[in-house]
């Protein structure tokens, strides 16, 4: 296994993704660590969530900065914690090249099986087009809006008596379950992580992806 590696979070929100992982991590994984939160709104139910779990709490904001300049004071940020891995859950900014381009991997998780339904409102979209599969993926965040390569994917069924409400229950609590799979993976190593994409790369997606009726996933 590789020494423990130093994990950021990045989230706006509510938070329950956030909580998810810290909860996972403190449980199950002694090869990670979760060291930091970094957050972009000050009344964000994060932080609430998030406090007196021995994370560092980061406020962030990018009022009044250009987005180079709060870019430059999250990695000044970073850099005091040596991160290994950044984990966005629910950060609602767009990372700019320059920044993904620093170095640390990371991983995003979008409420579709992409490449259906990138950018917002992918379970609305996913349940107006009455899918008879939703789901999440995990990817590495490249330059594009949920372009980067896929690590993992987690589906799962909408029913007849759903409401919109319900199915998207539904669908966090898949969410969740995904990233603690994918955490499982990363505790064992880096390199098993990269092996997933190389997984997803390859042949092994042979289930096509119809955005007018999904009738299978992955």
């Known amino acids: ?10 989230a706006s929100g509510r938070g329950t993704n ?3 992982i810290v909860n996972f991590v ?3 994984c002694s090869g990670l660590r979760v ?12 932080l609430n969530l998030l406090r007196g779990r021995g994370v560092d709490l980061r406020v ?5 900065l250009s987005k180079e300049e709060h870019e430059q004071r999250i990695w000044s940020v970073l850099d005091s914690f040596d991160i290994d891995w950044i984990l966005l859950a629910g950060y609602m900014r767009i990372l700019s090249k320059e920044f993904i381009a620093k170095g640390i991997p990371i991983v995003n998780i979008h409420p579709s099986l992409l ?3 990138p950018g917002l409102h992918s ?12 789901g999440a993926t995990i990817h590495l965040v490249d330059e594009g809006v949920d372009t980067g390569s896929i690590i993992l994917q987690k589906k799962f069924p909408r029913l007849r008596s759903d409401s919109f409400d319900q199915f998207r229950r539904r669908g966090l609590e898949n969410e969740y379950e995904l990233y603690r799979l994918f955490l499982y993976f990363l505790n064992k190593s880096d390199s098993k992580v990269y092996s997933l ?14 955005s007018g009726g999904l009738s299978k996933g992955l």
């Not at 296994?1 to 994990?7: G, L, Y």
């Not at 060291?35 to 994060?46: K, M, W, Y």
């Open 1 to 10: 296994m590789d020494s423990v590696r130093n994990i950021a979070i990045f």
């Open 35 to 46: 060291v930091c939160l970094i957050c972009d709104f000050e009344d964000a139910p994060v």
């Open 60 to 64: 962030i904001s990018s009022k009044g």
């Open 123 to 134: 379970y609305k979209k996913s349940f107006e087009n009455r899918d008879e599969f939703s």
């Open 197 to 210: 994409i190389n997984y997803f790369t390859g042949e092994k997606r042979d289930e096509h992806l119809s």
């Open 26 to 28: 403190e449980q199950n």
């Open 115 to 117: 490449p259906l339904y």
């Open 18 to 20: 956030a909580l998810n």
